[in-house]
């Protein structure tokens, strides 16, 4: 009884882990889907409001040594998001204006994100296929064009990787 309930055992683990292999191949595809449905219609320009952020942050790239102005709540008054700003202010050092790689960008941390949220339905232990629809639910959420499409949304991104992150940690 005792090896063919230990070979029965492996068997089961050897089912779990091909299952397993099989959800993260398909979350990567999901995730590579969910660029190229958000990507394409953001390549050439910005959104909105996306201008108005280059503006908050454009008189600290002639002067690189204020960066340190965004911590102060009366810099720009009303818009106080210094996250947001040294972010966004990382990015125009690095991409400028040109619109592709903020999109690039806000696109690999929403995967990020999802492959977070996969990992942590995981560990609440959720079956893989269970895992991989909340992960499949989140990635193509109708309202995730919008933290895909603004550059406001580095810090929604950002913040949601580090609660998914933290809530595996407890």
Same mark, same amino acid.
Request: net charge neutral; proline share 5%.
């Given at each position: ?6 070979? *029965?055992? *492996? ?10 292999l099989v959800a993260i ?11 190229w449905v958000y990507l394409? *219609? ?26 340190w102005r965004v911590f ?50 995981? *560990? ?47």
């Amino acid at each position: 009884q005792g090896p063919a309930l230990q070979s *029965q055992s *492996q068997t089961v683990r050897h089912e779990q882990s091909a299952e397993l292999l099989v959800a993260i191949g398909v979350l990567v595809v999901l995730v590579i889907g969910s660029a190229w449905v958000y990507l394409p *219609q953001y390549r050439a320009t910005f959104l909105l409001d996306d201008f108005k952020h280059f503006e908050f942050v454009r008189p600290l790239l002639s002067d690189p040594t204020q960066w340190w102005r965004v911590f102060q709540p009366q810099w720009i008054g009303w818009h106080y998001r210094p996250l947001h700003h040294l972010l966004t202010l990382s990015a125009m050092t690095l991409f400028d204006t040109n619109p592709l790689p903020y999109y690039v960008t806000l696109t690999f941390l929403h995967g990020l994100v999802t492959f977070a949220l996969f990992g942590l339905a995981l *560990q609440l232990q959720y079956r893989p296929w269970a895992a991989l629809t909340t992960a499949l639910l989140f990635v193509f959420s109708a309202a995730h064009w919008q933290v895909v499409g603004w550059i406001s949304s580095f810090t929604i991104l950002t913040a949601a990787l580090f609660a998914v992150l933290t809530l595996a940690l407890l």
